[in-house]
């Protein structure tokens, strides 16, 4: 079935630490999108890529990384730097102005 | 600077009768409009859309109103059911202006409970 996979979908992590969050879709779609929910907040844009080996800053990028080396692959690197990583991350594509997400990643920063 | 607000952080009605959820935006740039539904830990999902070219778009018990001048719209749901309890988000995307990027800006959602 075609879909947008996010892995893991609970992850830990010890301050200081960088961790990379996975995102594959099977869509054929050429823009991926990573955004983050922390409660009382809506979605926030980190990322997006319109194109493979391209990508633009959204809203909150400070702090995070990505590559598009693959059109099915978006992975997003929290890196160290991010003061405040622990949030609920959600990766998107999209097609015909409608985003299919993936069931999202948990960070805790412990 | 919120660009897409949904003033009502829930909302509760009676199975059966209509929910309706508000959303305003500041941008006069947005030309395309969503709703999502979105159930705890799990990934928001497309519900329904509408162009800045109409004004109405229903499908089945979902219909959403667009009022340009205002800058607001609406999402109906009639009848509510209890498995239409979750958090509605409202989207915008300005998508003439963006060279048909979908970048869309969320508003902060707004919780359902629709009690049997």
């Known amino acids: 079935d075609g879909g947008i996979t996010q892995s893991p979908k609970y992850l830990f992590r010890k301050e200081g630490q960088n961790v990379t969050l996975s995102c594959e879709q099977n869509?054929?779609?050429?823009?991926m999108y990573w955004y983050r929910q922390d409660p009382g907040q809506g979605l926030r844009l980190i990322y997006y890529?319109?194109?493979?080996?391209?990508?633009q800053k959204g809203d909150i990028a400070e702090g995070y990384s990505v590559s598009r080396e693959k059109k099915e692959s978006f992975p997003l690197t929290v890196t160290s730097a991010q003061k405040n990583p622990t949030a609920f991350y959600l990766c998107?594509?999209?097609?015909?102005?409608?985003?299919?997400f993936g069931e999202g990643s948990r960070l805790t920063v412990l | 600077d919120q660009q897409v607000k949904q003033n009502s952080p829930s909302l509760s009605v009676q199975e059966g009768r209509i929910s309706i959820l508000n959303c305003d935006y500041t941008n006069s740039m947005f030309d395309y409009f969503l709703w999502y539904k979105k159930y705890p830990a799990e990934g928001p999902t497309f519900l329904i859309s509408i162009s800045s070219i109409k004004d109405k778009n229903e499908d089945g018990r979902f219909t959403v109103f667009l009022n340009k001048s205002a800058k607001h719209l609406s999402l109906h749901i009639v009848p509510s059911q209890p498995g239409d309890s979750a958090v509605y988000f409202c989207a915008a995307s300005a998508r003439v202006s963006q060279g048909g990027s979908e970048k869309l800006v969320f508003g902060k959602g707004t919780k359902l409970t629709v009690n049997p």
């Open positions: 890529s319109q194109i493979v080996n391209d990508f």
């Open positions: 998107a594509s999209s097609i015909s102005g409608e985003l299919f």
């Open positions: 869509l054929n779609h050429d823009a």
